[in-house]
């Protein structure tokens, strides 16, 4: 028994490894990339709003044609941590950002997720070892330190702090929620079941607080926004989720969402490397200490493992 107990810890941690958590960063760090690309051409809502779209369009057929299996007994749960995990945290976000929040300082509160989950990880069956809890202090210093020098207090609203806040609760308890109740799924039907519940919420919002109508006027349908949409849909609303659904269904939720912390200074480069965003040496100091945090999280003594 404890052999094959060290064997399944051993292949979790294997999985871990994988080049799947690199592809995930890569993919969610993106995000905030593209906020910047298409929210000047459309109001946050109804943005999401086609986003969530684009996936039904996408997915729909995928899930017929290929008969892909219906969960039993779980649709209400998986559509619940697609509100929260989908709707909740993207409303939050983007719309704080539209509301004046600087992109740095959004990612250092959505960077707490990471150490809200660790303290709630006892609701899900989980323990947080003393080294991992080192990990995650690390962590929160080092994207505190790379966004630093971008964040902006000046000129900032409650409710922008207010909106990203709920962002980072509704994300956690999704996280949470779905790890508890519904961490395994077909992941293409999970996912059409989850934004098809986010789109039923964020419809009638747009509509009443963007005045969005049938045609979508609101919307300047530039190549820029075009990209911005079909990359939203295909990388991060498919590619990212379907990977964050993967490691999650393989691995522990604070293990998962230690790489949060490995999105703001990821997102920093990108910005350097597309917009000629400054990445200074605090920045490149606290991506180190980032990264050193998140594998004090997921890397499991020899002990544990063998």
């Not at 490995?262 to 991506?287: D, K, Q, R, V």
Request: hydrophobic content about 55%.
């Amino acid at each position: 028994m404890p052999e094959s107990s060290g064997l399944v810890a051993a292949t979790r941690h294997a999985s871990f490894l994988s080049p799947l958590p690199l592809f995930f960063v890569l993919l969610w760090s993106s995000g905030f990339i593209v906020a910047k690309f298409g929210l000047p051409y459309a109001p946050p809502l109804t943005f999401l709003l086609l986003r969530f779209l684009g996936v039904l369009v996408v997915l729909s057929p995928a899930v017929l044609l290929l008969r892909a299996p219906w969960p039993r007994g779980q649709i209400g749960h998986i559509a619940v941590a697609g509100l929260l995990v989908q709707a909740g945290y993207l409303m939050g976000v983007w719309c704080a950002i539209k509301q004046g929040m600087p992109a740095g300082l959004s990612a250092l509160i959505v960077g707490m997720q990471p150490i809200l989950t660790a303290f709630a990880a006892p609701l899900v069956g989980e323990r947080v070892k003393p080294r991992q809890w080192l990990g995650l202090l690390f962590g929160i210093a080092g994207v505190g330190l790379v966004v630093a020098a971008k964040v902006r207090l000046v000129g900032l609203s409650p409710q922008a702090v207010l909106l990203c806040a709920g962002a980072l609760l509704s994300i956690t308890i999704g996280t949470l929620y779905q790890k508890r109740h519904c961490p395994r799924f077909d992941l293409r039907v999970g996912t059409l079941i989850q934004f098809a519940a986010s789109a039923l919420l964020v419809l009638p919002l747009a509509v009443l607080f963007e005045g969005l109508g049938p045609d979508f006027a609101a919307v300047h349908w530039t190549p820029r926004f075009v990209g911005a949409l079909l990359w939203s849909v295909l990388g991060l609303s498919i590619g990212a989720i379907f990977l964050l659904f993967a490691l999650i269904r393989r691995n522990d939720a604070t293990q998962v969402t230690s790489l949060m912390y490995l999105t703001p200074p990821t997102t920093a480069i990108m910005a350097w490397l597309m917009f000629g965003e400054a990445f200074n040496a605090p920045g490149i100091a606290g991506m180190v200490l980032a990264v050193t945090g998140v594998i004090f999280v997921v890397k499991k003594p020899k002990s544990e493992t063998t």
